[in-house]
């Protein structure tokens, strides 16, 4: 019996069997791992790309649209007909227009004003429509649920109190006269 036991195990040892299948379980999760990022990362550029798409589009039309002041739930609409690929995006965009002085030039603050639903709803930072030949700038903020919240791509980003993440695009124009 110890003799059979013995020669079984001599035999296992020096089988060559199976010896990948070790190698696929340690590398298999690695490679899985790299694919999932890469859809992840393809899905946010995609988004960033469309409202960046989304706000140069609705700019254009309020530039060429003189006569008429910008009002918020119109360009908010316009942004997200453009940028059709946003998930709720009437509802989860978030606009911030401010006029500011060419020769002394001061940007929007740090820190898009974003919605999140961990918390209550706040008001609009600041949206004004503009005078004439006065130069704006206009920020969109827009979060959403990443597909993997875990990933380390999501936590480089920073995510809000609910786990969304967010993107902005920023766009600056003319008022033009009416």
């Known amino acids: 019996m110890t ?3 013995a020669s079984a195990l001599r035999r296992f040892r020096r089988s060559e069997r199976g010896s990948m299948t070790v190698e696929f379980a340690l590398w298999f999760p690695v490679f899985v791992m790299f694919l999932y990022s890469s859809l ?8 960033q790309v469309m409202l960046d798409r989304g706000l140069d589009m609705a700019v254009r039309e309020v530039r060429l649209s003189t006569g ?15 940028a059709a690929i946003i998930p709720d995006c009437t509802q989860n965009v978030k606009l911030e227009m401010r006029p500011t002085d060419m020769r002394d030039w001061q940007t929007i603050p740090d ?15 600041q949206f004004t429509a ?3 030949n006065e130069m704006m ?13 875990t990933s380390r791509l999501v ?24």
């Open 111 to 125: 820190g898009a004003d974003c919605t999140d639903r961990s918390e209550d709803i706040r008001p609009l930072r």
């Open 40 to 47: 992840e990362l393809g899905v946010i550029t995609i988004r």
């Open 130 to 132: 503009g005078t004439d």
């Open 155 to 178: 936590a480089s980003m920073g995510t809000d109190g609910a786990g969304d993440v967010k993107i902005v695009a920023l766009s600056a124009f003319v008022q033009e006269p009416r």
């Open 68 to 82: 008429q002041a910008p009002q918020h739930d119109d360009l908010k609409q316009r942004i997200c007909d453009f």
């Open 137 to 149: 700038l206009l920020r969109a903020c827009v979060k959403f649920s990443p597909l993997s919240p």
């Open 3 to 5: 003799r059979r036991i």
